[in-house]
């Protein structure tokens, strides 16, 4: 059965979609794996700052390993941590917690920031609160949430969000939204920028799935990862016949529900007029 799927994805990628992309490495989906890589259109998260070498060339060590709470002198540490112009900063794994959020918000320093890189930092609702009501944050770009026990509620903070207007990429992999935060993101004006989106491992079902379909906000949308989640076929096939998803280029469906004998059929009647990659397994 197996042999039999690998084969189906195959034909789904190289025989209908016949002007896919290359296919992605074994290696492309390790963040969701638990890895440290990030994926996504510039990488973000991995930008130069995240390699930055401390007074005397010697490296400062951050963002290496997993440290155990946050940093002694948060401040300082996110000085280390961000480009010279403040234009991006990578905050992975670096544990500030909301007391970071907040000392973040408040860095004169920031106040032009495009790329927040926040993976693994404990931010929670209250982080986003924080970070949604700042005006620091508002020509913030690209934005990762990865991994910070957001909800439903720190979606629709995004959502509503003022300052979120200029959003290009957002990932909120492996948080907790769920349906209810996929629905308020769809709903919102924020969303008409975004062409990179990230709901992996969120609990989302065929509710979720309609809602992305349904939203007119998602039409510049040209990657949107639905990794590890509860989407069945005719959470598939929503997307698939979409009227409102005109410029997705990717859609990943990775380790869903989804019934793969009926997936072939979907594929073949698929109507996304710019589609080029299909992942299913």
Known sequence: MRTHKKLLQGVLVLGWLVWSLPAIGAGEHSPHEGK??????GKHGEHPGAAKKGPGGKHSGH??????????????HIKERMESDGTKVNLNRSLIGVKGMQ???????????????????????EGVRI?????????????????????????????????????????????????EGVEALAESENSTTLTFLDFSANKISDRGALAI?????????????LYNNQITTEGMKALLQSKNLKSLEMLI?????????????????????????????
């Not at 440290?36 to 259109?41: I, R």
């Not at 379909?213 to 990862?225: C, E, G, H, V």
């Open 131 to 179: 970070l949604a009501e700042s005006a620091t944050f508002k020509h913030t770009e690209n934005l990762s949430l990865w991994g910070n026990k957001v909800t439903a509620q720190g979606a629709r903070m995004i959502a509503e969000s003022a300052n979120m207007k200029n959003l290009k990429e957002l990932k909120l992999t492996r948080n907790e939204i769920g349906d």
């Open 253 to 281: 469906l990775v380790r869903n529900e989804i019934d793969f004998e009926k997936a072939q059929d979907l594929a073949k009647n698929q109507s996304l007029p710019n589609l080029k990659r299909l992942e299913l397994e």
């Open 213 to 225: 379909a349904n939203s007119p906000r998602f039409a510049n949308l040209k990657t949107l990862d």
């Open 36 to 41: 440290q890589a990030e994926h996504g259109s």
């Open 103 to 125: 000392i973040l918000a408040d860095m004169d320093e920031l106040k032009n920031v495009k790329s927040l890189a926040l993976q693994g930092n404990k931010l929670g609702d």
């Open 63 to 76: 963002g290496y390993g997993r440290p155990k709470g946050p940093p002694a002198d948060i401040p300082a």
